[in-house]
């Protein structure tokens, strides 16, 4: 199956705004609103191609075969990167003066909590493994159940006064909420090719950002959901009104630039947190923390700038380096 330029367009557009909440400090509007939907939208993606390409899943003879090619392309990267970024902050630790979290954060990559933003890999394999071999052969009705029965617990654990400390158990509760996003995005796999006027996506859109903003700071890899309910509301609608109005804007538009980051979000997500540290220690010497004490606009800016190098890397990883960012190198 061909990429679909409507769905790169829409996975460039949350791992740039992926980036730009990294860069922005604070909690504003804007970094509330970008949390609430940019890393749902990936799993909710997984969900609507996997309904596009495997609408009754994959055979469990496949299962080998795939699980060969996915952790080429996501663990290879996730440790590779991840390692270098434990032992390139350590570093700046060791250097100021600080305490150093060497064998904690080897532990935390190791046991699939990831470091960063790399937690989300471990949990975007596992929870599409668990979808596609097993989730997708069971009816609509044990699917929605299986998402009613994780908002029940979470709003449950919630109530209770904080999220379970263990690991293990962490890990599974995240497993557990992208599985259920993946579940929704296999649902409007069937809407996708559908026409949807433009103006009731954009009110979609309005409406769910609001409600986004009403709920508070959320993050799956925190497990911090304010209301439950609303988390889910907002992080679907949001998403889903982004993916259709790409497709709409993807015929009328060239978005080749932003198509390029979306189809390789892997590269910016395991990066973007290291040249965020480089950046941080640069302006700190060289501008006196000008982009840090400038809220949106030294954000915007340093992403602006970051993205540049994100840019040549991707071009780079379609050489021989692409093995560490999990791309497969055709042999000619």
Same mark, same amino acid.
């Given at each position: 199956m061909k990429r679909v330029t409507a769905? !790169?367009?829409?996975?460039?557009?949350?791992?740039?705004?992926? %980036?730009? *909440? +990294?860069?922005?400090?604070?909690?504003?509007?804007?970094?509330?609103?970008?949390? *609430?939907? +940019?890393?749902?939208?990936?799993?909710?993606?997984c969900? %609507?191609?996997?309904?596009?390409?495997?609408?009754q899943g994959q055979p469990l003879y496949q299962l080998k075969p795939w699980l060969k090619r996915r952790i080429k392309q996501i663990f290879v990267p996730y440790f590779i990167f991840g390692l270098f970024y434990i032992i390139f902050t350590n570093g700046l630790y060791y250097i100021s003066g600080n305490k150093i979290n060497l064998l904690n954060e080897c532990i935390s990559l190791i046991t699939m909590q990831g470091v960063a933003s790399m937690w989300f890999l471990p949990v975007f394999f596992f929870s599409e493994m668990l979808f596609v071999f097993f989730i997708a052969k069971l009816s609509n009705i044990l699917q929605t159940l299986f998402i009613i029965i994780i908002i029940i617990l979470l709003t449950q654990l919630q109530h209770n006064g904080e999220m379970p400390t263990d690991k293990i158990v962490r890990l599974l509760l995240k497993i557990s909420v992208a599985l259920s996003f993946v579940i929704l995005g296999n649902r409007i796999g069937i809407l996708?090719?559908?026409?949807i006027p433009f103006l009731l996506l954009m009110i979609s859109l309005l409406m769910s950002s609001l409600i986004s903003l009403y709920n508070g700071f959320v993050g799956i890899g925190a497990l911090l959901f304010g209301n439950v309910i609303l988390f889910f509301i907002t992080g679907f609608f949001i998403s889903y009104?982004?993916?259709?109005? @790409?497709?709409?804007?993807?015929?009328?538009? !060239?978005?080749?630039? %932003?198509?390029? @980051?979306?189809?390789?979000?892997i590269i910016i997500l395991v990066t973007n947190n290291l040249f965020i540290e480089v950046f941080r220690l640069l302006e700190y010497k060289l501008f006196n923390n000008f982009f840090l004490e400038n809220g949106f606009i030294?954000?915007?800016?340093?992403?602006?700038? %970051?993205?540049?190098?994100?840019?040549?890397?991707?071009?780079?990883?379609?050489?021989?380096?692409?093995?560490?960012?999990?791309?497969?190198?055709?042999k000619t």
């Amino acid at each position: 199956m061909k990429r679909v330029t409507a769905i !790169d367009s829409a996975k460039g557009i949350a791992i740039l705004m992926l %980036l730009l *909440s +990294h860069c922005i400090t604070g909690e504003g509007y804007l970094k509330i609103w970008i949390f *609430s939907w +940019h890393m749902p939208i990936f799993f909710i993606i997984c969900g %609507l191609l996997n309904q596009l390409r495997n609408p009754q899943g994959q055979p469990l003879y496949q299962l080998k075969p795939w699980l060969k090619r996915r952790i080429k392309q996501i663990f290879v990267p996730y440790f590779i990167f991840g390692l270098f970024y434990i032992i390139f902050t350590n570093g700046l630790y060791y250097i100021s003066g600080n305490k150093i979290n060497l064998l904690n954060e080897c532990i935390s990559l190791i046991t699939m909590q990831g470091v960063a933003s790399m937690w989300f890999l471990p949990v975007f394999f596992f929870s599409e493994m668990l979808f596609v071999f097993f989730i997708a052969k069971l009816s609509n009705i044990l699917q929605t159940l299986f998402i009613i029965i994780i908002i029940i617990l979470l709003t449950q654990l919630q109530h209770n006064g904080e999220m379970p400390t263990d690991k293990i158990v962490r890990l599974l509760l995240k497993i557990s909420v992208a599985l259920s996003f993946v579940i929704l995005g296999n649902r409007i796999g069937i809407l996708f090719n559908r026409h949807i006027p433009f103006l009731l996506l954009m009110i979609s859109l309005l409406m769910s950002s609001l409600i986004s903003l009403y709920n508070g700071f959320v993050g799956i890899g925190a497990l911090l959901f304010g209301n439950v309910i609303l988390f889910f509301i907002t992080g679907f609608f949001i998403s889903y009104s982004i993916i259709m109005l @790409f497709k709409i804007i993807s015929n009328k538009v !060239d978005l080749s630039l %932003l198509n390029l @980051f979306g189809a390789n979000s892997i590269i910016i997500l395991v990066t973007n947190n290291l040249f965020i540290e480089v950046f941080r220690l640069l302006e700190y010497k060289l501008f006196n923390n000008f982009f840090l004490e400038n809220g949106f606009i030294g954000g915007l800016l340093m992403t602006i700038i %970051l993205i540049i190098p994100e840019y040549y890397l991707i071009r780079l990883s379609k050489g021989k380096i692409g093995i560490i960012f999990g791309k497969v190198i055709n042999k000619t």
